[in-house]
T-cell receptor, first 112, second 114 residues
Framework: DAGVIQSPRHEVTEMGQEVTLRCKPI?????LFWYRQTMMRGLELLIY????????DSGMPEDRFSAKMPNASFSTLKIQPSEPRDSAVYFC??????????FGPGTRLTVL | AQSVTQPDIHITVSEGASLELRCNYS??????LFWYVQSPGQGLQLLLK??????LVQGIKGFEAEFKRSQSSFNLRKPSVHWSDAAEYFC????????????FGKGTRLSVIA
């Protein structure tokens, strides 16, 4: 199994630019989670989907953040416009039913 | 609301020594508890989980954890630490098994010295 795939692994962009992070969950998994990791706040949930439907987006910091899951094998997290405080590592995780969440390697985002 | 406290930010142990990482949670019902490990620049790998049943759970890499309801704790242990165990360890709690969001502690960084 390929595991959860995230791209890009590293992203450096300038303030004001649009950033799109991508995630491919493990095949057969029906729940997908986006987490953000920062030194100050640790690991925190941004949004999660169940069967491609957003269930809880209360962790999305602002309207600048949006996430989609157009099908069971792909999700995006978009930041527009990006700001330096968005610099963090963004993790995607997936699970099937009541099983364990499996994490991707993360995308390290730096906004200058 | 759920919360997780990992009181130790950084622990240093000698190779071959025993290890215990502390985790306390706050949640009204029976929690679903997890320990994850993160090596530098890597994602999170599940070490073990507790959903119900035997309160002493065994995980990968020789780790175990014990759920103590009376103390609201889920401490991680290993009898003999290897240099490769140096990493960041996260305790997490979920409302219902694995398909609900995890609430993480701030993590404990483990350093291993010769």
């Amino acid at each position: 199994d390929a595991g959860v795939i995230q791209s890009p692994r590293h992203e450096v962009t300038e303030m004001g630019q649009e950033v799109t992070l991508r995630c491919k969950p493990i095949s057969g998994h029906n729940s997908l989670f986006w987490y953000r990791q920062t030194m100050m706040r640790g690991l925190e949930l941004l949004i999660y989907f169940n069967n491609n439907v957003p269930i809880d987006d209360s962790g999305m910091p602002e309207d600048r953040f949006s996430a989609k899951m157009p099908n069971a094998s792909f999700s995006t997290l978009k930041i527009q416009p990006s700001e330096p405080r968005d610099s963090a590592v963004y993790f995607c995780a997936s699970t099937r039913d009541t099983d364990t969440q499996y994490f991707g390697p993360g995308t390290r985002l730096t906004v200058l | 609301a759920q919360s997780v406290t990992q009181p130790d930010i950084h622990i240093t142990v000698s190779e071959g020594a025993s290890l215990e990482l502390r985790c306390n949670y706050s949640y009204g019902a029976t929690p679903y508890l997890f320990w994850y490990v993160q090596s530098p620049g890597q994602g999170l790998q599940l070490l073990l989980k507790y959903f119900s049943g035997d309160t002493l759970v065994q995980g990968i890499k020789g780790f175990e954890a014990e759920f103590k309801r009376s103390q609201s704790s889920f401490n991680l242990r290993k009898p003999s630490v290897h240099w490769s165990d140096a990493a960041e360890y996260f305790c997490a709690v979920a409302r219902n098994s694995g398909n609900t969001p995890l609430v993480f502690g701030k993590g404990t960084r483990l350093s291993v010295i010769a």
